[in-house]
């Protein structure tokens, strides 16, 4: 069973950064997508930021310029770093990996680290 652990999170004010990492372990034998999704109080769940297994990444226009997520393959971890905060980026951060675990590919979640913004 493959696992995410997420850590990161909390409260700051606007125009500050945060680090938010995940580690995905258990019985993965590759990472085809692994990244970050967001949900905030009343909206949907948004993509927030991917990167492939060959490194190619994906970023909502929202947070283009201002979020980067790195990808550690050796330890299947990730990192997005968020520059320049405002409070609209307050929602739950979940990490999601999408694996293959030598049969079929899955997907999994975490279970979601809160940031919230202050003005």
């Known amino acids: 069973q493959v696992r995410l652990v997420e850590s990161g999170g909390g409260l700051v004010q606007a125009g500050e950064s945060l680090r938010l990492s995940c580690a995905a372990s258990?019985?993965?034998?590759?990472?085809?997508?692994m990244g970050w999704y967001r949900q905030a109080q009343g909206k949907q769940r948004e993509l927030v930021a991917i990167v492939t297994g060959g490194g190619a990444t994906n970023y909502a226009d929202s947070v283009k310029g201002r979020f980067t997520i790195s990808r550690d393959n050796a330890d299947n971890t990730i990192d997005l770093q968020m520059n320049s905060l405002n409070p609209e980026d307050t929602a739950v951060y979940y990490c999601?990996?999408?694996?293959?675990?030598?049969?079929?590919?899955?997907?999994?979640w975490g279970q979601g680290t809160l940031v919230t913004v202050s003005s």
């Open positions: 999601y990996c999408y694996y293959f675990d030598r049969y079929k590919y899955l997907e999994v």
């Open positions: 258990g019985r993965i034998l590759s990472i085809n997508r």
